[in-house]
């Protein structure tokens, strides 16, 4: 009996929903195949299996498929599955999104990152009580609440300036303690964080310590708030792997931060990676964070990353500012001085605050500061 059309796609229509129930069913053991590779650490894609595989395949092909399209169609079903377990894996994460639907707000004292803009802003390094008075003077009067600045300073070279240590962790916190702001400041090594937990009320992790598992674990172990800068050549599964070894030995309080990568651009010192703002925030519900002085190495640009990074999606940013950048003992050509941030501030929408000035001259903050 002759097949009419209608009886051919019926049974089309019967065999792609046959073949989507075995794909679903080979998504299914391929899940399983996950686990054990989990459990015994065996690396997700082996090309010499999937050769095998499509060798197999292709030995068994009796047509009217040619042997290219049924390697074709294979290869992509494998590939389909590795994406899968990727995904699968990603998605097992303490710092995905899957893991927490909404956006985590991280308190810090009275303040919190992760709801309105926050700015940090301050000096590359520590380097004087009076550098430290007058940058912390100036900043909290236009309604900066977090003070950075490095008393350890990770340089190129070992002859450049190296820190004030602990010193400049006093300075720092004194300065911070006096015109009520919060300090941000970086730990560089596992032997520290100790001591710098004391003075920091965020720790910073700095790029060139993104890969330092141990320092990572370390800084999990307290309880403090951190400021995870990403590796200038890390990729975003790396830099959100980096802030799992903090989450997974109980601190969840981490902020991200973009703060460029090194491409072959000489133009900035970095190249800001504004796709990964989006990217993160979609992948983690952890708060990003964007550090635009690192990114460009330059001053110019500064008011155009800013608002891009807010744009993208940023829960605020990180500047320098230095009373005096010309004499700046790291980082001279990038630091903004107070005017200059201001003018800053000022072009990226930020309100300034109403402040009164009590007795002592301390200025103090009557209304919120934030953007318009
Ligand atoms: C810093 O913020 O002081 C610093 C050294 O930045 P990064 O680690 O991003 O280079
Ligand atoms: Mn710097």
Same mark, same amino acid.
């Given at each position: 009996m002759q097949q009419t059309l209608k009886d051919l796609r019926e049974e089309l229509h019967y065999i792609n929903h046959a073949i989507l129930k075995l794909l679903n069913r080979r998504a299914k053991v391929v899940m399983g195949v996950l686990e054990v590779k989990q459990r015994e650490n065996? =690396? %997700?894609?082996v090309p010499q299996r999937e050769m095998e595989m499509l060798q197999d395949l292709i030995d068994h092909n009796t047509g009217p498929f040619p042997d290219d399209s049924v390697r074709h169609l294979f290869k992509e079903i494998f590939q389909a599955s590795v994406a899968l377990m990727e995904d699968r894996k990603a998605g097992a %994460?303490?710092?995905s999104r899957a893991f927490r639907q909404q956006d985590l707000e991280i308190p810090v004292g009275d303040l919190v990152i992760g709801q309105e803009s926050t700015i940090i802003a301050g000096p590359c390094a520590v380097e004087s009580e009076e550098q430290m008075d007058m940058v912390a003077r100036g900043l909290a009067r236009m309604g900066i609440r977090f003070l950075r600045g490095g008393a350890y300073k990770p340089r $190129? $070279? =070992?002859?450049?300036f190296q820190g004030l240590g602990e010193d400049g962790l006093k300075l720092l916190k004194a300065a911070a303690d006096r015109y009520g702001m919060k300090t941000v400041t970086e730990v560089m090594d596992t032997r520290m964080v100790d001591m710098v937990r004391d003075y920091a009320d965020i720790l910073q992790i700095g790029t060139r310590n993104m890969y330092n598992y141990e320092l990572l674990r370390e800084v999990g172990r307290t309880r403090k708030p951190v400021l995870l800068k990403r590796g200038f050549s890390a990729t975003i599964d790396e830099f959100l792997s980096a802030a799992e070894y903090i989450l997974m030995e109980?601190? *969840? +309080?981490v902020i991200l931060c973009e703060r460029g990568i090194r491409t072959?651009?000489?133009? !900035?010192?970095? !190249? %800001?990676?504004? $796709?990964a703002i989006p990217i993160l925030r979609r992948m983690s519900y952890l708060p990003v964070l964007v550090d635009v002085s690192h990114a460009a190495g330059? +001053? *110019?640009i500064l008011p155009s990353l800013a608002r891009a990074s807010l744009a993208a999606g940023a829960s605020g940013l990180m500047v320098e500012v230095h009373p005096f950048p010309a004499v700046a003992r790291s980082d001279s050509q990038q630091q903004l001085d107070l005017d200059e941030f201001a003018a800053f501030l000022d072009a990226i929408g930020y309100a300034f605050p109403k402040f009164q000035v009590i007795q002592d001259e301390t200025p103090v903050a009557t209304e919120a500061a934030g953007f318009r």
């Open positions: 065996i =690396p %997700l894609h %994460l303490r710092v $190129s $070279s =070992p002859y450049s109980g601190n *969840d +309080k072959f651009e000489r133009q !900035t010192r970095n !190249t %800001l990676d504004i $796709s330059r +001053k *110019d």
